[in-house]
């Protein structure tokens, strides 16, 4: 008997397959979701000026320094700065500038006093001010020129996913078009034909085709573009048909027609151009991989959708990340203590859907059917894979567990 792969031996044969997509560049609006290219440097100091933390008043510390409420410190406001003002009024002893949060902190003052900290606010009207609580220091609430990055600083790192706050970072240091990796074009059949489109009532020994619409999300939340989405029979004539519709594919996943079986179309078809595998783990255990002569990676997953979204959280989604560069692969793991007993299967590791408590620290099985393949429905209550070594037969009450988050 052939031994079992390990799930790491097979993840390491995938992922040798795996080449870079080409970089494009593209504007910063248009790049959520993309994988950086090349460093983003910033563009200008950020702040651009040292500017003000606070709403209150630009003043010179001598003037202010030990004000209290019962030994105030009197000063006449001579000029007013908003934020966005490009002026840099002067002024001397005795005397204050009304400032807003983010405006430039005028040459002649090295601390600002928050309109907290006096008597007359910030009224419109004022013409001078009563500082009852004296700055700490000098400095305070002045935000530096160049206190967050400085000028040819490296603001972001090839191999970053480009997110809200990434985005936001790319913006604030002065980046309006930004090199990612083109998106990974994927096709994903489903095959089987017993599959009917959802909506459709199934007759006798038919099911309706979920893996669809479970690969077809899986794909976009690994920032790759849906390609194509097909559906063919046990017809081995019919893979190489998806195969020619899905030309401009850099990866096609199939689900279904890998096992043993009779009627086994995508094992029929491919079976002198893929390795199918047998990998230690529950589910999953059949799996098909390989790169086709014109450079395309083909996965064949089981057909069982929690076998399904097992193997793409396993192998096909570290593919997918590998090929736009991403610098991190698998999703965070988090360890978490069981709370409830069951058992696993001998000799593979499990993977199993599991409901999580971040508060309580623990994980659970997310339905009674435990890691059964077949439960599509009962597969929208896991937030988590509960990941049990291969070695483990049987789970007990407070075992720590490392656990895949699923966002």
């Known amino acids: 008997m052939t031994p079992l792969l390990t799930v790491e031996e097979h993840r390491a044969r995938v992922l040798a397959a795996v080449s870079v997509l080409p970089a494009e560049t593209v504007r910063l609006d248009d790049a959520a979701g993309r994988t950086l290219a090349e460093p983003v440097l910033a563009a200008h100091d950020l702040p651009g000026v040292d500017n003000s933390s ?16 019962d030994n105030p410190a009197m000063l006449r406001v001579v000029a007013d700065l908003p934020a966005g003002s490009s002026t840099d009024p002067t002024f001397g002893a005795g005397e204050a500038v009304r400032i807003m949060t983010g405006a430039p902190v005028p040459t002649d003052a090295d601390a600002i006093v928050p309109f907290e900290d006096t008597a007359g606010g910030l009224a419109d009207s004022l013409a001078s001010i009563e500082v009852r609580r004296a700055p700490a220091a000098a400095g305070a609430f002045i935000r530096r020129r160049g206190g967050d990055t400085r000028t040819g600083d490296v603001v972001l790192s090839p191999g970053e996913r480009l997110g809200p706050f990434a985005l936001a970072a790319a913006a604030a240091a002065g980046v309006a078009e930004i090199a990612v990796r083109r998106r990974p074009r994927v096709a994903v059949v489903s095959t089987g034909s017993e599959l009917v489109a959802p909506g459709t009532a199934p007759a006798r020994g ?39 519709r899905a030309s401009r594919a850099d990866v096609v996943v199939f689900t279904g027609g890998v096992s043993a079986g009779a009627y086994e179309p995508v094992r029929l078809a491919l079976s002198d151009r893929i390795a199918f595998e047998k990998v230690a783990m529950q589910p999953g255990k059949p799996q098909a991989f390989g790169v086709l002569d014109d450079g395309r990676l083909v996965f064949g997953l089981p057909g069982n959708p929690v076998s399904v979204a097992v193997s ?58 435990g890691s ?30 490392d656990v895949m988050l699923i966002p």
């Open 372 to 401: 059964g393949s077949h439960l599509a429905v009962s597969l929208a209550r896991a937030e988590a894979f509960a990941i049990v070594p291969a070695e483990v037969s049987t789970v007990s009450v407070g075992d720590p567990l």
């Open 206 to 244: 038919q099911t309706p085709d979920s893996n669809a619409a479970l690969l077809t999300s899986l794909v976009s939340d690994a920032d790759a573009e849906v390609l194509l989405v097909d559906r063919v029979g046990d017809d081995p004539a019919g893979i190489d048909a998806v195969l020619a």
């Open 312 to 369: 793409f959280e396993v192998f096909v989604r570290p593919a997918l990340l590998a090929l736009q560069g991403r610098a991190v692969l698998d999703r965070r793991l988090a360890r978490l203590a069981a709370s409830e007993t069951w058992t696993t299967p001998p000799g593979r590791r499990q993977y199993l859907p599991a409901a999580i408590d971040l508060v309580e620290g623990t994980v659970r099985p997310a339905t009674a059917g």
């Open 54 to 69: 606070m709403d209150g008043f630009a003043v010179r510390f001598a003037d202010v320094e030990g004000a209290d409420a």
